[in-house]
């Protein structure tokens, strides 16, 4: 149980373009998800927590007209990055939470800007 | 709020060693602190947690140990094989309830086994 998958697993797109990553909870109800940023060989940085239903809070530096994120049902979370650009380009991972302690992680997003 | 510190960020074992990991923490809030094993291009997964109540929880050969009056918590990985090489973080929260409590992670320690 507590699978979490995220679509795409890669993916790369020209300077200037959006890119959609989706974060689905498959066997569980997600009251809470969040999204992680990770550049390489360094740890997780908390981007954003999304509730369902209600808008996403940021955390400090993180400017939400540019990582847009819809939390439209308990089981899926995405994350829109706009206008993006090569210092967009990390590993970008969620994780979904039920009403215990624990939080689920999806296998994370590649995502490179050229 | 809440930081949390990590050592070793390297750790080298030989295989059938012990391997150990610390992590220190900021916040007397904090009551939930898990570790998670990252391979290599692939999300942290979830390898054993503990909740502030206990002092040590064991599984297998993982155990993590906490010491709340200190603010430090340990992973130990026993009798360690190559499998077990992969980046290990550890992480806080002042968790449970409805909604998720954020997650502050340690820098990360990248364990390597050699056979």
């Known amino acids: 149980g507590a699978v979490v998958s995220q679509h795409p697993s890669r993916v790369i797109c020209k300077s200037g373009t959006s890119v959609k990553i989706e974060c689905r909870s498959l066997d569980f109800q997600a009251t809470t998800m969040f999204w992680y940023r990770q550049f390489p060989k360094q740890s997780l940085m908390l981007m954003a927590t999304s509730n369902e239903g209600s808008k996403a809070t940021y955390e400090q530096g993180v400017e939400k007209d540019k990582f847009l994120i819809n939390h439209a049902s308990l089981t899926l979370s995405t994350l829109t990055v706009t206008s993006a650009h090569p210092e967009d380009s990390s590993f970008y991972i969620c994780s979904a939470h039920d009403r215990g302690y624990e939080q689920y992680f999806g296998p994370g997003t590649r995502l490179t800007v050229t | 709020g809440e930081n949390v510190e990590q050592h070793p960020s390297t750790l080298s074992v030989q295989e059938g060693d012990s391997a150990v990991i610390k992590c220190t923490y900021s916040d007397s809030a904090s009551n939930y602190f898990p570790w998670y094993k990252q391979e290599l291009g692939k999300g942290p997964q979830l390898i054993i947690d503990i909740r502030s109540n206990v002092g040590e929880k064991k599984d297998q050969r993982i155990a993590v140990t906490l010491n709340k009056t200190a603010k430090h918590f340990s992973l130990h990985i026993t009798e360690t094989q190559p499998e077990d090489s992969a980046v290990y973080f550890c992480?806080?929260?002042?968790?449970?309830?409805?909604?998720?409590?954020?997650?502050?992670f340690g820098a990360g320690t990248i364990l390597r086994v050699k056979s």
């Open positions: 992480a806080a929260s002042n968790g449970g309830g409805e909604y998720g409590n954020k997650l502050v």
